[in-house]
């Protein structure tokens, strides 16, 4: 897995709604820094949908490996409009760097 590989992933199909900065701004997605190892639909202050905050999911590699393939599928009733990522090495690279930057 390449961080560097994922941040360029990161450029291209996620920092248009998301931020990954400690007090990063809430975009039309949520600010990611300390999502790993926490429930979804708990950034303080974004509006998530009731399909993200009642998921139980709990972000870790595994998770979202599955989500980021194709998150409406995953997560029935999200707001997240994004198609997905279908590339199974897009995603583990994607994962190391979210990894590295979301994490104090």
Not at 22 to 48: C, I, M, T, V, W
Not at 49 to 60: D, F, L, P, R, T
Not at 67 to 85: Q, R, S, W
Request: hydrophobic content about 30%; proline content about 2%; some cysteine.
């Amino acid at each position: 897995m390449s961080e560097k590989k994922g941040a360029k992933v990161f450029k291209q199909k996620c920092s248009q709604c998301h931020t990954v900065e400690d007090g990063g701004a809430h975009k039309q997605g949520p600010n990611l820094y300390g999502f790993f190892g926490r429930q979804s639909g708990q950034a303080e202050g974004y509006s998530y949908s009731s399909a993200n905050k009642k998921s139980g999911v709990i972000w870790a590699d595994d998770t979202l490996f599955e989500y980021l393939e194709n998150p409406k599928k995953y997560m029935k009733g999200t707001k997240m409009v994004f198609a997905g990522i279908k590339k199974e090495a897009e995603r583990k690279n994607l994962i190391a760097y979210l990894k590295k930057s979301c994490t104090a």
